[in-house]
């Protein structure tokens, strides 16, 4: 099909010199300049053959010699592909006329840096927090700075790319930041305020724009006279579902979606217009570039404040979960009634606080402790045991463990341990006298010690020294109670050989 455009050029002050228009296929353009005589002066143009703008989404091609005698242009247009190509053909003087203004291009170039923000602080947020919504907020930031350098032109300024590379290359870039967007609205709007039917549609719609892109991509032959409707038709599933999931995560008290509402707005519009216009609907059709532009940057601006607002929400919920995890640790870790450490807490660290200095264990029992309870009750001997607690005075070098019922564990370490560890013992009929419980006798408590040398035997383990400590304390209860058993391990090894000394006392 042959598009024809007519130009009068009778009268010009400065002779056209160029013809410009929209960038899109074609077959071939034919340029014919027509004087009053009837001379007639054409060239033929092929794709190839032209050259795109540097500053706009523009390619010009050379027109036949225009004198004062010349009335007018024709131009024949062979299989193009996009309506804009035909709509916005004009003349000109100059290649400079041919680009938007110098101001215009500094503001789309201010607007590429703004883009290239998201991409820093989405890597330092992705390093916190491994969430697949900041991947995709830098696909589409990637693709949205891919469409303003190459639909501005001002990538011919960093790359020499032709007419047929800029035109499939601004097509694949509209189509990485649509469906990127698809896929963050996706992940990024909270769990439970999106049906899952909706996320699914929203995936489904940008794999749906990346296949539709290819397809127009291939400029199939059959397809030319639909192809540009078929293609601008294919963004109206997207936009339906997008509005869409944004309705329904707003109905349903979304925080999220407002950004994506406020930055999406201007594009949505813009988008509307663009779609209606190359469907025949409304004025002709357009690109609508420049706005198109201008929307990205606020809407790149606004959702970069949304990621920032929903990652300080989820790290708020992470942290607070990491706190409740470290509580419910330490709960299962702490005795409830004493607050004392117990044996899960200490047990698995035993070697390293061997490695810290603590070298004299000491394993303490309450004597009598099941008359206690059953003559005064269950509660009276809970005070009891929470006195003892407070008797064993834990500070930085001495760790006080309840291992279960009214058996305790003493670790110790620096001078004079076992010195301090048999205070502690003789401390608790006192603490326990003045603890209110209404008590008619003194509870006492039985001890047994292990002191192990400061070194050579640090692969001794937990089990082993609980066994010879609990060995000296049931040699305390039947001497008669209320006392300590203790043994000094040495270590020695002459000729090869090991011993253990052990004492009583």
């Known amino acids: 099909m042959t598009n024809l455009?007519?130009?009068?050029?009778?009268?010009?002050?400065?002779?056209?010199?160029?013809?410009?228009?929209?960038?899109?296929?074609?077959?071939?353009?034919?340029?014919?300049?027509?004087?009053?005589d009837g001379t007639l002066r054409t060239a033929d143009y092929t794709m190839a053959q032209s050259k795109p703008v540097k500053g706009g989404p523009f390619f010009i091609l050379e027109l036949p010699r225009v004198t004062s005698d010349s009335i007018e242009v024709i131009a024949a247009m062979d299989g193009t592909w996009s309506a804009s190509t035909i709509t916005q053909a004009r003349l000109t003087s100059s290649v400079r006329e041919a680009a938007w203004p110098i101001g215009t291009l500094l503001v789309l170039a201010a607007i590429c840096g703004l883009l290239c923000a998201p991409l820093f602080f989405n890597l330092g947020f992705w390093h916190v927090l491994r969430e697949r919504f900041l991947l995709w907020h830098m696909v589409v930031a990637i693709g949205m700075i891919g469409q303003t350098l190459i639909s501005s032109g001002i990538i011919l300024w960093l790359v020499p790319l032709t007419h047929s590379q800029m035109n499939p290359l601004m097509q694949a870039a509209l189509a990485v930041s649509l469906s990127g967007a698809c896929m963050f609205a996706a992940d990024f709007i909270e769990k439970d305020r999106l049906p899952e039917a909706t996320r699914k549609a929203l995936r489904l719609c940008a794999a749906f724009i990346v296949i539709s892109s290819a397809v127009y991509a291939f400029k199939i032959p059959a397809m030319r006279d639909v192809g540009n409707q078929l293609y601008y038709a294919s963004f109206i599933p997207m936009m339906l579902v997008l509005a869409l999931s944004?309705?329904?995560?707003?109905?349903?008290?979304?925080?999220?979606?407002?950004?994506?509402?406020?930055?999406?707005?201007?594009?949505?519009?813009?988008?509307?217009?663009?779609?209606?216009?190359?469907?025949?609907?409304?004025?002709?059709?357009?690109?609508?570039?420049?706005?198109?532009?201008?929307?990205?940057?606020?809407?790149?601006?606004?959702?970069?404040?949304?990621?920032?607002?929903?990652?300080?929400?989820?790290?708020?919920?992470?942290?607070?979960?990491?706190?409740?995890?470290?509580?419910?640790?330490?709960?299962?870790?702490?005795?409830?009634?004493?607050?004392?450490?117990?044996?899960?807490?200490?047990?698995?660290?035993?070697?390293?606080?061997?490695?810290?200095?603590?070298?004299?264990?000491?394993?303490?029992?309450?004597?009598?402790?099941?008359?206690?309870?059953?003559?005064?009750?269950?509660?009276?001997?809970?005070?009891?045991?929470?006195?003892v607690a407070a008797a064993l005075d834990a500070d930085d070098d001495t760790l006080a463990v309840r291992?279960?019922?009214?058996?305790?564990?003493?670790?110790?370490?620096?001078?004079?341990a076992a010195a301090r560890a048999e205070r502690r013992r003789q401390a608790i009929p006192g603490r326990v006298a003045r603890c209110g419980a209404d008590l008619d006798r003194l509870?006492?408590?039985?001890?047994?010690?292990?002191?192990?040398?400061e070194r050579g035997m640090e692969k001794i383990d937990f089990a082993e020294l609980y066994t010879r400590a609990d060995r000296l304390l049931y040699e305390a209860k039947s001497a008669g109670r209320n006392r300590t058993m203790s043994e000094k391990l040495t270590y020695f090894e002459p000729g090869g050989t090991k011993a253990v000394a052990s004492a009583a006392a």
Request: net charge negative; with cysteine; proline share 5%.
């Open 5 to 36: 455009l007519r130009f009068e050029v009778e009268g010009q002050d400065t002779p056209s010199r160029y013809f410009v228009t929209s960038i899109g296929s074609f077959e071939t353009i034919s340029l014919t300049v027509r004087d009053r």
């Open 246 to 387: 944004m309705a329904q995560a707003a109905r349903r008290g979304s925080r999220a979606v407002w950004f994506q509402i406020i930055a999406w707005t201007p594009i949505y519009i813009i988008g509307l217009v663009r779609v209606g216009s190359n469907l025949g609907i409304g004025p002709e059709p357009t690109d609508a570039l420049v706005p198109f532009t201008l929307a990205i940057g606020f809407e790149v601006l606004i959702t970069s404040l949304g990621v920032a607002d929903r990652f300080m929400i989820i790290k708020e919920q992470r942290d607070h979960a990491r706190a409740d995890a470290a509580v419910l640790g330490s709960l299962s870790r702490r005795d409830p009634l004493t607050g004392l450490m117990n044996r899960r807490a200490i047990e698995p660290k035993f070697a390293a606080l061997r490695a810290d200095g603590f070298d004299t264990f000491a394993l303490v029992d309450l004597d009598h402790f099941k008359r206690v309870n059953d003559d005064f009750g269950h509660a009276c001997g809970d005070a009891v045991l929470v006195a």
């Open 403 to 416: 291992l279960g019922g009214e058996e305790f564990l003493l670790l110790l370490r620096g001078p004079d």
């Open 443 to 453: 509870v006492t408590a039985s001890m047994g010690l292990v002191e192990l040398p």
